[in-house]
């Protein structure tokens, strides 16, 4: 599973940005996606899931800001992320949870990462 994300950059506080994630490549099924970041010095968080059976699970900074979406099914997802803060700063990574073939176990993938910066 290869993971292509897209649409990081550099924004003031209070502005926004629109991560998306695609998957392409040889697999059975990807059973959830979302995000991870990482901030200099931290360690990996999680962000947001969407998982095919429905349902998303924000981290509680996040929560009122950010918004996933996507298309499970498609291989797709997107996080659109309003009134940044400097705090959110961090490299941005898409992941996906799936299947290689129809009965093995799943695994996750990660993608190569994107940079975000919010300058205060």
């Known amino acids: 599973v290869q993971l292509q994300a897209s649409g990081g950059g550099l924004v003031q506080a209070g502005g926004s940005l629109r991560l998306s994630c695609a998957a392409s490549?040889?697999?059975?099924?990807?059973?959830?996606m979302g995000w991870y970041r990482q901030a200099p010095g931290s360690e990996r968080e999680r962000v947001v899931g969407?998982?095919?059976?429905?349902?998303?699970n924000y981290v509680d900074s996040v929560k009122g800001r950010f918004a996933i979406s996507g298309d499970i099914a498609k291989n797709t997802v997107s996080l659109q992320m309003n009134s940044l803060r400097p705090e959110d700063t961090a490299v941005y990574y898409c992941?996906?949870?799936?299947?290689?073939?129809?009965?093995?176990?799943?695994?996750?993938?990660w993608g190569q990462g994107t940079l975000v910066t919010v300058s205060s």
């Open positions: 969407i998982s095919s059976g429905g349902g998303e």
């Open positions: 992941y996906a949870r799936a299947r290689r073939y129809r009965y093995s176990g799943e695994t996750d993938y």
């Open positions: 490549g040889s697999f059975f099924r990807i059973n959830a």
